[in-house]
């Protein structure tokens, strides 16, 4: 029974003995190497670039006060449409003391030349009715009367438009009353009821009671490298994407390059700027992140192959022609145009000639 028993064990290492042998021989033969294969191609290639901006107006324009004040009233609301000279809001009027004291200076005084003028008249008249005095002098009586009621009235409406903000005479031309310069959407309404505002002047630019655009006028604004802007012209058609609306794409054309370019993440970047086609079906806001893609080149109905086919020794490009089953020939070829994934090939190969690829690789 022991001796059964040794032989078990010899005939056991035995075996693992021979396998492990078997095994580093097989491991150590060389493995056959093989390759993906690519077919050359006739078609176009096309370089294009995206560039990152965003959408906006053409013009985006600001309404500002045309006196200082306190927003009284808010007619119209972000998102609403406004008409050109439409109401937006309505201010109530903070004086200024010293001009408010001239003004009521300047009524007073034209009520005493007014008071003076009356009598001056009446007196005039009485004797031009008795034949006393000529017409000439007659009228110049009149004409003087006429005068102090007009600069009566004129003192009167300046006292008013700088109390009140607007004038008896001319309620329909309020100062008070903010209206849009332009028709368009208003993007933003940045003041409250309550809030002071200021008339824009020497010194500041004034409170923006709102923001009015065209928004049927939109604008791609993006920059794009230097090392691309070279083959940009304008002119030039672009495809817009819009993150905010998927799937969903717009036709631009460039309009605008920089002359100067601005450094970005040390990079020197132009700005560009496209005018967008707007479809009736969609609402495009304002500020929407978007991307264009820019045809750079093009090269139409010309031989290409995939670019990880090809290898490159200084100036010069090669690729590995297919002769036989794994048998390849190394072969020079000039090349053109690259996408970044396929590379024309202006000579060296023929539409279907097959080509060795990358390495394989196994699971």
């Given at each position: 029974?022991k001796r059964i028993f040794?032989y078990?064990i010899?005939?056991?290492?035995?075996?693992v003995?021979?396998g492990?042998?078997v095994?580093l021989?097989?491991?150590?033969?060389p493995?056959?190497?093989?390759y993906?294969?690519?077919?050359a191609?006739k078609g176009?290639v096309?370089k294009?670039?995206?560039?990152?901006?965003?959408?906006v107006?053409?013009?985006?324009?600001n309404i500002?006060?045309?006196?200082?004040?306190i927003?009284?009233?808010l007619y119209?609301e972000?998102?609403?449409?406004?008409q050109?000279?439409?109401?937006?809001?309505?201010?109530k009027?903070i004086?200024d003391m010293?001009s408010?004291s001239s003004?009521?200076?300047?009524?007073?005084?034209?009520?005493?030349?007014?008071?003076q003028?009356?009598t001056?008249?009446?007196r005039?008249?009485?004797?031009y009715?008795?034949?006393?005095?000529?017409?000439e002098?007659?009228?110049?009586?009149c004409?003087s009367?006429n005068?102090?009621?007009e600069?009566?009235?004129?003192?009167?409406?300046?006292?008013?438009?700088i109390?009140d903000g607007v004038?008896?005479?001319?309620a329909?031309g309020?100062s008070?009353?903010?209206?849009s310069?332009?028709?368009?959407?208003?993007l933003?309404i940045?003041v409250?009821?309550?809030?002071?505002?200021i008339?824009a002047?020497?010194?500041?630019?004034g409170?923006t009671?709102?923001?009015?655009?065209?928004?049927?006028?939109?604008?791609f604004d993006?920059?794009?490298?230097e090392?691309?802007?070279?083959?940009?012209?304008?002119?030039?058609?672009?495809t817009i994407?819009?993150?905010?609306i998927?799937?969903?794409?717009?036709?631009?054309?460039?309009?605008?390059?920089s002359p100067?370019?601005v450094?970005?993440?040390?990079a020197n970047q132009?700005?560009?700027?496209a005018?967008?086609?707007v479809?009736?079906?969609?609402?495009i806001?304002?500020?929407?992140s978007?991307?264009?893609?820019?045809?750079?080149?093009?090269?139409e109905d010309?031989i290409?192959?995939?670019?990880?086919a090809?290898e490159?020794?200084?100036?010069?490009?090669?690729?590995?022609?297919k002769k036989?089953e794994?048998e390849?020939?190394?072969?020079?070829?000039?090349?053109?145009?690259?996408?970044?994934?396929?590379?024309?090939?202006?000579s060296g190969l023929?539409e279907?000639?097959?080509?060795?690829?990358t390495?394989?690789?196994?699971?």
């Open positions: 029974m040794k078990i010899f005939a056991v290492i035995a075996i003995v021979i492990t042998f095994f021989f097989v491991d150590s033969k493995e056959k190497v093989e993906n294969e690519l077919t191609q176009d096309v294009s670039t995206v560039i990152t901006g965003k959408i107006p053409r013009d985006e324009v500002k006060p045309q006196i200082n004040g927003i009284a009233e119209k972000a998102g609403q449409q406004v050109q000279n439409e109401i937006i809001a309505k201010l009027v004086p010293n408010l003004a009521q200076s300047r009524v007073r005084l034209a009520e005493i030349n007014l008071k003028a009356q001056n008249f009446e005039e008249k009485a004797l009715d008795k034949n006393l005095v000529s017409s002098e007659y009228d110049q009586v004409q009367l005068q102090a009621k600069e009566k009235a004129a003192a009167q409406d300046a006292l008013e438009v109390r004038s008896s005479s001319n329909t309020s008070t009353l903010v209206r310069t332009v028709t368009g959407l208003i933003d940045p409250k009821v309550g809030n002071s505002v008339q002047n020497t010194m500041n630019d409170t009671v709102a923001t009015v655009a065209n928004m049927n006028d939109l604008i993006g920059n794009i490298d090392t691309e802007v070279g083959s940009l012209s304008e002119g030039n058609g672009m994407t819009i993150g905010a998927s799937g969903y794409t717009l036709d631009a054309v460039l309009e605008y390059i100067k370019a450094e970005n993440n040390g132009f700005e560009i700027k005018a967008v086609k479809p009736d079906d969609k609402m806001r304002s500020g929407y978007a991307n264009a893609e820019v045809v750079l080149e093009k090269a010309v290409y192959v995939q670019e990880s090809l490159f020794e200084g100036d010069n490009s090669y690729v590995f022609l036989a794994n390849y020939e190394r072969i020079p070829v000039t090349i053109g145009l690259s996408d970044g994934i396929n590379i024309e090939i202006t023929k279907g000639d097959v080509v060795r690829g390495k394989k690789i196994k699971e």
